[in-house]
């Protein structure tokens, strides 16, 4: 019997493995001081400027000037408390100084909700003529060229107040499904591997899924949808007026269906949208081909869907210490240049990283800073293999922080959903591809190309289905249809069969699928994990097989922030997503990818 890993505590681990967070703050005193800075001056800005901005360009500039200083000070003061407290979160004194945050962000958007209702009952001329007369006010140019796109849609002062008033409400379809999910649904236990009884939760549901015992995958699956079943009549209602609130909501701002209401906030053409689904409909085949695949290679007589997320091969258990996986790390990224292998060495010494798990800390991994302050990484490595592709998923995250706020102002800081992810994948496929290229042997090919047909499938193909799933629901209630539990079943089930082809035996449990997807209260929200992750593939591809060029396109990429709209950021990058060309080039990257799985597996 294997020994139980002992847990830390904080004080145990080598102050290298931490990140260097005091560089925010080296006293507290001086978060205390920020602090109230941030409060004194968010309450006098609205006394400053509401009403005023009107007055003539200079006062515009210095509102808008304000508004940043404001809120770039209010962003470094709450990083540096969430970070305190998720370093151990039983430390109280760190968790009053988040809520205590909290309260102040919430009356900063308060004292200063004035700002945009204000500035969108400027005349348009207005507008132009303060960007020609006031030079300084270059640094905000597409801000206001936003502002006036987007003026049609802004209702007036008062009726903004008003929706303000109603949003707590209209955000309540969300609040129930978090409160059904998340404390109501009990799975009831389960019978794991050594045939002990389990609670099957949300946390271990997946790692089931994964077992290689094929009665623990079946167990898991029934219980955790009859759960969902018997709530299914109140999940199909809470769903339906999620849905009827986005398209209520897109008709009083003026826009003709919800779909593009949300897309507007990124200025993402609907064909943008509906071409992803189109493509990837194009290339089900080779979807299907990949179910067929596994049949053969798990040696079933039928494939469920509780077969889907079995792990085809096993890897063996090797231990890889933090320092051999940044090794892999700087070799795999070598195609991004030097100055990208040496920028991103002086960040790890300088302590972006906090490595280890320790008592209280908090779980996963995610990468995080303000806009003046070190991007930092937190994880909770623990040596093995896939450790490594979740820190150089997170390094490229901070290193689009670094390089973006290096070159742009606060303004710009920031990235869309849209880009986000982008970087973290390119890094991921670049160690992918340099993983693939120095293989041990077939057993590891098999293994990663596993784990990179996975990727593909649950990024790219299932957020997909995902998208044509919530299109359909909101098209239909944008017709004066209701949707039901069995309406929902239905859509969702027929887009399953359609996705996973004719190898699967289909049930009725994956029929309510949609009734556990939390993303569906974030209306067209997941279609950006596929575009993202198809957009990745193509430049990681362009860099591998064009070398310069295509590197130097993607790092002005990396330092570009939120300067443009996310389409043309990523078209000066390499991957023109107003075009089906990246999709359909993801989708032959996948094709790839099963040709050589079957080749393998066929040679074993």
């Known amino acids: 019997m294997s020994e139980m890993k002992q847990i830390r505590t904080r004080e145990q681990i080598d102050d290298k493995y931490k990140w260097n967070i005091e560089d925010m703050y080296p006293d507290e005193e001086l978060w205390e001081k920020d602090f109230s800075d941030v409060t004194a001056e968010a309450g006098e800005f609205a006394e400053k400027y509401s009403g005023k901005l009107g007055d003539g360009p200079k006062v515009f500039l210095n509102a808008l000037q304000d508004r940043d200083r404001i809120w770039q000070k209010a962003e470094r003061v709450y990083v540096y408390a969430r970070m305190k407290s998720d370093e151990d979160n039983r430390i109280s004194k760190y968790q009053e100084m988040s809520q205590r945050v909290q309260s102040l962000l919430a009356n900063m958007s308060a004292a200063m909700s004035f700002f945009l209702p204000e500035v969108m009952e400027l005349p348009e001329g207005e507008l132009v003529r303060y960007l020609r007369e006031e030079e300084k006010l270059n640094q905000y140019d597409y801000v206001i060229v936003e502002f006036i796109r987007r003026r049609k849609h802004v209702l007036s002062k008062e009726s903004e107040e008003l929706m303000a008033q109603f949003s707590e409400i209209t955000g309540a379809p969300k609040q129930i499904f978090g409160m059904i999910n998340d404390a109501d649904m009990n799975f009831g236990m389960v019978k794991d591997e050594n045939g002990n009884d389990v609670r099957l939760t949300h946390g271990n549901y997946i790692s089931m899924m994964e077992s290689n015992d094929r009665s623990v995958r079946k167990g898991a699956y029934e219980a955790l949808y009859r759960a969902f079943k018997a709530q299914k009549n109140t999940l199909a209602a809470t769903y339906y007026y999620n849905v009827k609130k986005d398209a209520v909501a897109a008709e009083i701002r003026h826009y003709d269906s919800s779909l593009l209401a949300e897309l507007d906030g990124d200025n993402i053409p609907e064909s943008v949208y509906r071409n992803l689904i189109r493509v990837i409909n194009d290339h089900l085949g080779a979807l299907h081909k990949y179910v067929g695949l596994r049949k053969k290679i798990l040696g079933i007589d039928e494939v469920h869907m509780y077969d889907i997320y079995a792990p085809l091969i096993a890897m063996p258990d090797r231990k890889v210490p933090y320092e051999e996986a940044l090794d892999t790390v700087r070799a795999a990224l070598k195609p991004l240049g030097q100055q990208y292998i040496d920028d991103l060495n002086k960040g790890l010494e300088a302590g972006w990283v906090d490595v280890y798990e320790n008592e209280g800390k908090t779980s996963g991994a995610y990468s995080f800073g303000s806009y003046d302050s070190m991007p930092y990484v937190l994880m909770n490595y623990n040596d093995k293999f896939k450790d490594a592709f979740t820190i150089i998923h997170e390094l490229g995250h901070s290193m689009n922080s ?17 880009t986000a992810e982008v970087a973290s994948t390119v890094n991921e496929c670049l160690l992918m591809q340099y993983l693939l290229k120095n293989c041990r042997d077939k057993t590891e090919e098999i293994y990663l190309l596993n784990i990179y047909i996975e990727e593909f499938r649950s990024t790219v193909f299932r957020q997909t289905m995902f998208a044509e799933f919530e299109l359909a629901a909101h098209e239909a209630v944008e017709r004066g249809e209701g949707l039901t539990s069995d309406s929902l079943c239905k859509i969702y089930g027929d887009l399953n069969k359609k996705y996973f082809g004719e190898d699967v035996v289909y049930d009725d449990d994956i029929s309510i699928e949609w009734a556990r997807i939390p993303h569906f209260y974030n209306a067209f929200y997941v279609y950006k994990y596929a575009t993202g992750y198809s957009a990745a593939v193509a430049i990681s591809n362009k860099i591998l097989t064009e070398g310069e060029p295509a590197r130097d396109a993607y790092l002005e990429f990396l ?3 939120d300067s ?22 993801a989708c032959r990257t996948f094709e790839s990818l099963i040709d050589r799985l079957e080749e393998l597996t066929d040679e074993k």
């Open 402 to 418: 670094y390089y973006t706020r290096k070159k742009q102002p606060y303004t710009y800081g920031g990235h869309s959903i849209f």
């Open 559 to 561: 330092a570009a922030g």
């Open 564 to 585: 443009d709209y996310p389409i043309e950021l990523l078209k000066a990058a390499g991957a023109d997503m107003s075009t089906t060309e990246v999709t359909e080039s």
